[in-house]
Each structure stands twice: as C-alpha cells, then as structure tokens.
C-alpha cells in the first residue's frame, strides 16, 4: 500500500521535474561547461588548424574586469536597488489606501491590474512615447529632457517605467497580507491607546511582513534578471542602461557563447548570493512557513 | 474623503499612461504630437496602419496565440499532476522538491537562452513555435506548480478518503473527484500562465529571425524602429492596444480570480 503510493506520487511528479530538467538543468549545466570554451578556429602544439570548441579554462572570465561588464553589474544594481526600495514603499502605501477603501474597490482593483497585465515590452514602447523629447512627459514638466538618449535620465526613465509597471503588483500581495490580520488586533491596539504611526510600525508592518517578504522577493528575482523594458525603452546595447542579462544575450547573439555564458554563470551567482542574504536577514522560509501555518490552521 | 481622494490616486497612477497610449493610438499621424487629453478628431489611420501594408500584424497575433496556448496547455498537463502530488500525497521530500521547482525560477531567462540557443540553432529548430514553447516551460511551469499547491491545499482532506471508500484508485479520486472541484484553480492558473507567456519578449526575440515566425511583442517592438527621426508611434500606439487588449478583458472579467492566484502561493 505504502509503496504504491510513493509509487504515483513518484509518477505525478516526474514529468515536470523531466521538462525541468531539460529546459532549465541542462542549459544551466550546458552554460557553466560554454563558458570555459571558445569557437572558432586555432592551431594545435604542431601548427595544424583545428576548428571547434576549444578549452579555455578561465579565461572567458577575463571580461569580468572589463568596462562593460562593470558597467552593466552597476546597471542591474542600481535598478534593482531602485525599483525594488520605490516599489515597496509604494506598494504599501497603495495596500493600506485599498485596505481602507469602502467605496469603488471593484474599480481600484481593475485600475491595479492593467499595469500588471500590460506586457512588459509594449510598456517600454508606452513610455518610450510618454519619455519623448516632444512627448507628453516634458509637456508636463516643461522641460526639455532627452529621456531615451544615454544618460542619468535614461536610466532614471527606465526605473519610472518599471515602478509603474509593478508596485501594483507589490500592493496587491501585501493587501492580501492585510486582510488576513484580525481586526481584533487593531482594536486592541486602540484600547491600549496606540498613536496611528506605532499601529502601523508594531502591528501591522510585522503582521503582513511574510506577504511583503514574498512580494519583494519575487521583485528582486525580476529586477535583477531585467531584460524587456530597456532594451525597447532605450534601445540594444545602451551603455547605460545595458543590464546584465543584456549583456548576455548581446553576447550570445553575436555568437560568442564562451564569454556570455561567463557573464550569465556570473549573474546566476549574484542572484543566489542576494536571495541567500535576503533570506537570511528576513527569515523568508517560504515552505517552512506553510508548514507552520498548516499546522496552525 | 481623504481615503477616497488616495484611492483615485491609485487609478490615476495605473491608469493615465495606459490611457495616454490608448488617446495616442486614436489621433492622426499629423497631429500625433498634440498634448490634448482626447484625440481630435479621432482617427483610425494608426489601426489601419498596423494591418495594412506588409507589416502583417493579424499573423503576429496568431503566431502569440500558438505559442501562449500550447504553453499554457502543457504547463497545465504537467503542473497539475505535480502539484496534486506536492500538495496532497504523504512522502518524503516534498518540501524539497516543491523548493528545487520554485527554485528554478531563479535562474534568469539569459542565461539559460546561450545554451538553448546553440542548440537549436544544431537542431535546426530556430525560427520554429517549439523553440518558442519548450524554454517557455522554464518560467511557466514553476509558476503553475507554485500557485497550484497552493489551491489544492485549500481543499478539504476527506475528499480522497472519502472517494478511496467509495472505491476509487488514487488516479481515480484524483481524475474523477479532486480535478473537478479543482477546475477553478486550474482555470485561473491557465490565465497566468496564458499573460506569462504572451508577454514573453526574450525566447521570441532571441529563436526567431523571420518575420513571420514573430509574436506580436517582438513584432510591435520592431515596428519601424530602424531610425529614431521617423519612429511610427501611432502605430506602435495602436499594435500595444492591440496586444494588450485581450488581457485587459481577461483582467476586468476574472480580476477576483486573478487576484486570488496571484496571491494564494504568497500566503499558504
């Protein structure tokens, strides 16, 4: 008995952890082999050509000290620092306004989804339109503001466009968060003669801090694999908002698939060291907790 | 008062770029510059545009409908399967594995297109829907597993007992009971895989060199863009209305449902 039903779970689960495997190990696996080889042609010890791959060992990593590199390592930092401190704050604040709302919450929730659902490429071409030198933007500013040409303002355009494109997305997760908070809690609270600010900081900040721990998570996760917005907002390999998964893709494109896969090996490593120290500061045992809560319940 | 005054705030801040994108698909290429906050006159010219000439745009939108659905419907295959067993089934190592499967989202969809890429174009497969479909799986598959646990843990646990009982096998009281109730889930699981690859740029952009092949992303994107003195932003207004349309709809008639799956995997 017991062994037939590992025997069908076994069997339920194989076939994504099959296509698992071959969309995303193997490539994994297949990239951090790339990136100790180059293509194209070479001579051997005794002067013949040989065509092929050729092992390399480390030094596709050479490009790690290269300006473009360094460039595009900064880009993504600074992005994904940007967008995810301004998505935060705002996706709170517009998680505690719908929280709150009484009157017209069918039409916040629509308006809140359409920046979710617009895909992200069509929005770089929306505020690539809304950035331009005679676009609405500057109009409304009065300025004259080159937005899409490289520069400061460009990357400064492209983490607008994308805190637009998301922090609805944080709010929702964290209202979500709210409305699981008992309002008994809140009453309490106001016995105790608690101002608004301290209900906000003691009570409810700790209270959704597992559903703003997921929310950010998944906006880091995205953030720093950035590719869509700027490379249509501004443009293929723009110096300054080049992002390094840009850099990869430009890369591997251009068929140089040793250094690109160097690049990709390098930013898989910054990711998992982010998320690592991300976890370890916030305690966001994503599963750990749905065990607990199971229990609970 | 001053809640309501934040609550219009909030459908400004989400709304008015959309909107200027929508006015601007409407106005006349003469005056597609003008800053008045309706177009006048209104104009087709931009949608007649992305259909007209050679631009093929009608074919775009097939070719995204192709590779969104069949995507979808396997993710759908496979994920369920999975997440019934993740969700519902006692054995060792389900955290484990749930987190390997979560896990794979973190790996960014570059890196993983240099190998793919390399060895597609040895297989002959670029410019085909399943260099398309099959690294689409990578992001959508996770994504399915994770918010389907989710709403199979929601359910009740008597129900396979109940069915056991009854004298159904494990498959039976999965087919025959627990896949029924869980259609909504799994409906609403269809619709985000469906907006997550229907938004995909990257795989598209990277296995497709002929026109024809394009989704509509890519293709809208490309629209003209060969200098920035003569870029058609009416029409490219008007192909990102296009796209975007359809979700919209999808949005506004199931924004419960949508809301309930984007958040369920955030909280259990």
């Known amino acids: 008995m017991r062994r ?50 050729r092992f390399v060992g480390l030094a596709n990593y050479a490009g790690l000290v ?40 069918g039409l916040v929730r629509a308006s809140i989804l359409i920046p979710w659902a617009v895909p992200t490429a069509i929005s770089g071409l929306m505020w690539r339109w809304v950035f331009q030198a005679d676009g609405v933007a500057n109009a409304i500013i009065g300025e004259k503001i080159l937005w899409t040409t490289e520069g400061v303002q460009a990357k400064l355009a492209v983490i607008i466009a994308d805190t637009w494109k998301t922090a609805p997305f944080v709010g929702l997760l964290v209202l979500a968060g709210l409305q699981i908070i008992p309002t008994m809690v809140y009453e309490a609270a106001k016995v105790d003669g608690a101002s608004a600010w301290q209900t906000f900081w003691r009570i409810t900040l700790p209270l959704v801090k597992p559903a703003l721990v997921v929310a950010v998570l998944f906006r880091i996760l995205d953030a720093l694999a950035m590719f869509d917005l700027p490379f249509v907002m501004i443009g293929r390999g723009k110096f300054s908002v080049e ?12 068929l140089r698939y040793g250094p690109a896969a160097a690049y990709g090996i390098v930013l898989v490593a910054y990711i998992a060291a982010i998320v690592f120290v991300f976890v370890r500061l916030l305690g966001a045992d994503l599963l750990a907790d749905a065990r607990s809560r199971k229990g609970q319940a | 008062m001053k809640r309501t005054l934040a609550a219009g705030l909030i459908v400004v801040y ?14 006349r290429t003469s005056d597609i510059f003008s800053t008045t ?14 259909f007209g000439g050679h631009s093929d745009f009608g074919r775009a939108l097939l070719n ?18 999975c997440a019934y067993a993740l969700a519902r089934l006692h054995f ?43 690294p689409s799986m990578s992001f959508a598959l996770p994504l399915a597993v994770w918010t389907l646990t989710a709403f199979f843990r929601q359910m009740p646990h008597e129900l396979e007992q109940a069915a056991t009982i009854d004298g159904c096998t494990r498959w039976g009281a999965f087919r025959r009971v627990i896949l029924p109730l869980a259609a909504p889930g799994v409906f609403t699981t269809a619709i985000l895989a469906f907006f997550a690859t229907w938004n995909e740029f990257m795989i598209a952009l990277t296995m497709i060199s002929k026109a024809d092949m394009q989704t509509a992303t890519v293709r809208v994107a490309q629209f003209g863009g060969a200098s920035d003195f003569d870029t058609p932003f009416g029409t490219q207004m008007a192909a990102g209305v296009i ?13 419960k449902r949508i809301v309930a799956g984007l958040t369920s995997g955030a909280l259990k």
């Open chain 1, 243 to 254: 992002t390094l998964s840009a850099l990869v893709w430009d890369e591997a494109t251009q």
């Open chain 1, 66 to 105: 290269g300006e473009r590199f360094v460039n595009a390592f900064a880009n993504t930092t600074v992005f994904t620092l940007a967008t995810v401190a301004l998505e935060t704050v705002l996706g709170v604040a517009m998680a505690l306004v719908m929280h709150g709302v009484l009157r017209g919450r």
């Open chain 2, 243 to 255: 796209v975007t349309i359809p979700l919209v709809i999808l949005v506004l008639v199931f924004q």
């Open chain 1, 4 to 53: 037939g039903a590992r025997w069908f779970a076994a069997l339920m689960i194989s076939p994504t952890l099959l296509v698992l495997a071959l969309v995303v190990i193997y490539p994994l696996l297949s990239a951090a082999r790339e990136s100790m080889y180059v293509r194209g042609e070479g001579l051997d010890a005794d002067g013949f050509v040989i065509e092929g791959e």
């Open chain 2, 37 to 50: 906050p309706w177009p006048s006159p209104p104009s087709l010219e931009n949608y007649a545009a992305v």
């Open chain 2, 14 to 27: 989400c709304l008015a770029p959309f909107y200027w994108m929508v006015v601007s698909s409407f106005r």
């Open chain 2, 64 to 81: 995204s409908l192709i590779v969104s659905g069949a995507t979808t419907a396997l993710t759908l295959v496979f994920g369920v399967c």
């Open chain 2, 92 to 134: 060792r190592g389900k955290n484990l594995v749930l987190g390997l499967i979560i896990g794979t989202s973190m790996f960014p969809g570059a890196l993983l297109i240099v190998p793919l890429l390399k060895l597609f174009t040895e297989l002959g497969w670029i410019n085909t829907y399943h260099a398309m479909i099959v």
